[in-house]
């Protein structure tokens, strides 16, 4: 059973990256799309972007000229850069695998726990 | 940007009573060529990840108990959940896959025992 693990800082200080890596175990990141989601307390989903195992990258575009998602394939890992980070970019943050074609990219059967990531000086 | 609504944002329903949440695309996300839609619902209880329940619409996950069911076509959808259990009171949650550019939730529908 596949097993996604968010890690990295709870606390980021407005202005600085926001950096977070997602672990996968139970399985190999090659092959699928990868994304990150993030969701402010007490609201909703936001998609931030995705990474396919071989690099390829999409980012919402709200949030492209900040964003970078990076993949680490001999580490099984891959990880969410977020620049410039205001108190709204405090959220919990949510790494999820798409699916392993092109048509299956988008929905998200594995999910993991989700860190707080908290914007604050 | 696709835009997902749901309604309503909040629903009690009885134990044993059908439980039925609507979501409206802003635009088609049923794709021609391979005529499906593109359409996806979510359950997340507090504290936890969201859980997918229904992809394609209308194709539920592996585990998810048959009396969560999903309909619909192009932009208006819909999950119903036949009996309610107490164990399906949470917040759902519609997602489109239809714009690779932007994937988009719906608002969340919060679903509590009446």
């Not at chain 2, 969201?50 to 076509?73: H, M, N």
Request: glycine share 8%; charged share 15%.
């Amino acid at each position: 059973q596949v097993q996604l693990q968010e890690s990295g800082p709870g606390l980021v200080k407005p202005s600085e990256t926001l950096s977070l890596t997602c672990t996968v175990s139970g399985g190999s990141i090659s092959s699928y799309y990868w994304s990150w989601i993030r969701q402010p307390p007490g609201k909703g989903l936001e998609w931030i972007g995705y990474i396919y195992y071989s690099g390829s990258t999409n980012y919402n575009p709200s949030l492209k000229s900040r964003v970078t998602i990076s993949v680490d394939t001999s580490k099984n890992q891959f990880s969410l850069k977020l620049s410039s980070v205001t108190a709204a970019d405090t959220a919990v943050y949510y790494c999820a695998r798409g699916g392993d074609i092109v048509a299956t990219k988008g929905y998200f059967q594995h999910w993991g726990q989700g860190t707080l990531v908290t914007v604050s000086s | 940007d696709i835009v997902m609504t749901q309604s309503p944002d909040s629903l009690a329903v009885s134990l044993g009573e059908r439980a039925t949440i609507n979501c409206k695309s802003s635009q088609s996300v049923l794709y021609s060529s391979n005529n499906k839609n593109y359409l996806a619902w979510y359950q997340q209880k507090p504290g936890q990840p969201p859980k997918l329940l229904i992809y394609w619409a209308s194709t539920r996950e592996s585990g998810v108990p048959d009396r969560f069911s999903g309909s619909g076509s192009g932009t208006d959808f819909t999950l119903t959940i036949s009996s309610l259990q107490a164990e399906d009171v949470a917040v759902y949650y519609c997602q489109q896959y239809y714009s690779t550019l932007l994937y988009t939730f719906g608002q969340g529908t919060k679903l509590e025992i009446k």
